[in-house]
């Protein structure tokens, strides 16, 4: 090989990610001679690739040059059905250096969120971080780790920050039983103010996601019901418009009319959905 990225890789990446590809291996220590390799899933937006070094691992991560129409529409749908649209909220995707912006805000209040080791105007190489999704513990029913996501999460909170998307699959699990935030493409914005909208936007948004993922609905939203509540009450948090976010977002999922996109996941996968929906909503209407 001329370097280590395989031609059949370097083959399927766009000319532009594949020059940042090697502009990312020229930076490192030992880039030269690191191993390329694709993760399971890249999501809509970024291309990401995982470089092992002989001393390092990290992540290389540069947005996708596709139309993101479809999946716009897709997620203006979904806040749209929570009312956040209606009442001021607006989404966009992050540029890469509105990301790096993002993730070196977080690092400086302490925050668990990846190292940044180095980037440039259309990529970053980050700390890559050992062990598993929430979402990969919830579909096979460990449901545990719920409460220190959302507790991390109200840290952020008290720093003004606003993670934004955490769908599961975004907050990390690693090998110490920590909890670290991955993944920052998406952005939310407010007009009216800081009156903790955003913030019970992102903790009904976590809550509900966990109860639509998991194996273990029974287990999870006894958790909620028992530790979670109680927590949010005494944070402070509005739980009137959790109520409102979570029924819009239960509205959304069990609506058959939805649109849909390549992204979508089968209509199916929600029709046992619906009666821990109800409960969960009956929660947060009997806590409010």
Known sequence: MKNSISENLKNTLPTNIAQGLESALAYLPGGKTATIEKPQS???FNHILLITTATDRCVFRARRDISTEAGDAYMQYMYEATGFIQNGGSFKLRNIGDEVDFIKRALAVGLPVP???HADQDWMLIEY????TLLEFLETGEVKFLPKVLQEMNLAHRQG?????????NEMIDTQGNV?????DIEWFYQGGNDGTLEALEMAWTIFNAMRVTSNR?????????????SLKAWGYEISKMKQFIEGLCKFYLDPNKPGNQWSLPKSLYVAMAKPAN???AMFTEAD
């Open 180 to 184: 670290r935030m991955i993944d920052f």
């Open 218 to 230: 029974d287990e999870l939203l006894t958790i909620v019901e028992t530790e979670v509540l109680p």
């Open 129 to 132: 971080v050992t062990g598993k």
């Open 279 to 281: 409960r969960l909503i």
């Open 161 to 169: 920050i606003i993670y934004a998307d955490r769908w599961t699959g």
């Open 115 to 117: 190292k940044l080791i």
């Open 42 to 44: 890249e999501g809509l």
